[in-house]
């Protein structure tokens, strides 16, 4: 049988930053990989100087649309939005906006997803953690929908008229872009020689523990197709940023994988290598 794998994000190029080469992996090996994106990230901001236009802030929407459309084709997925509205990131004391995804009520934010869950069957539902990973409403948001849509698309009696009911196998959280990552890779990067450019962002970055770490996907033959899946997000990522500057030959002996946490069903002892351990037809 096909297995079909299922990744929840908030906004578009998210799917690119986080686990894209486990993405990328499972499509080549003949899962379904399908991208759940909330929102169509239409109050993100401009993150790349060399595409900040008059032009490209007034399509702003549609640009995001083919910069998606695009990285999907570069990952070999399926990709779909769930036509909600960004959130944007309210300044401290701001209001959410009327009607955005953050501000609905979970009902009416999860019942998109309950509907794609029905209708793509997935054995396999990767999002985020209840930080969002970081403290984005959407993040925060996805995740929460992500939970209700888990369990509520198994129950006939909940989301009437979404189809028929299908209860996923296995919920991960994404555990990438960890400060063991960062840290492991500017280690490794000194090691050999070379500057490391990750100093700056590992000042940043919490000292506190990581999710725990259950499974990891070897994946780094892959790190390439990631990179370029990200670059097609020109609004949003500049070839400039730090994490684009260590040698990928450097992260492939340091890091060749991408780290999750199972959230269900409770992690077995020892750890996973596929997110597909334990799945059933």
């Known amino acids: ?31 379904e990989v399908l991208v759940a994106t909330c929102t169509g990230g239409e109050r993100g901001d401009i993150l790349n100087p060399a595409v900040d236009t008059p032009e490209t802030r007034a399509d702003l929407p549609a640009v995001r649309r083919r910069e998606m459309a695009a990285a999907a084709e570069i990952l070999g997925i399926r990709q ?15 209001p959410l906006p009327d009607g955005c995804f953050a501000a609905l009520p979970l009902s009416q934010a999860a019942a998109p997803l309950v509907t794609l869950i029905r209708e793509f069957r997935p054995h396999v539902v990767i999002t985020y953690d209840e930080t969002g990973g970081y403290p984005h ?34 919920l991960y959280y994404q555990a990438t872009l960890s400060r063991a990552w960062f840290q492991a890779l500017h280690d490794a990067t000194r090691a050999a020689g070379e500057e490391s450019a990750l100093t700056d ?24 197709t990631r990179d370029r899946a990200l670059l097609a997000h020109q609004t949003q990522i500049d070839p400039a940023h ?19 946490h199972l959230a269900h069903p409770t992690p077995p002892a020892g750890q996973e290598d596929d997110l597909f351990t334990g799945v059933t037809p």
């Open 1 to 31: 049988m096909t297995f079909r794998l299922l990744s929840v994000h908030a906004h578009p190029d998210d799917e690119s930053s986080k686990g894209a080469a486990t993405l990328a992996r499972y499509a080549a090996e003949g899962v």
């Open 80 to 94: 779909r939005f769930l036509g909600l509205v960004d959130s944007g990131l309210p300044g401290e004391g701001e």
């Open 137 to 170: 409403p959407d993040h925060i948001r996805t995740h929460e929908v992500t939970l209700e849509a888990f369990t509520a698309a198994a129950d006939p009696a909940r989301y009437p008229g979404t189809g028929e009911p299908w209860q996923p196998q296995k």
């Open 201 to 224: 962002v590992l000042a940043e970055l919490p000292l506190e523990p990581a999710l725990p770490v259950t499974t990891r996907i070897r994946c780094e033959s892959h790190f390439a």
């Open 242 to 260: 730090p994490f684009f500057a260590h040698a990928r030959e450097i992260e492939r002996k340091a890091w060749p994988y991408e780290d999750y």
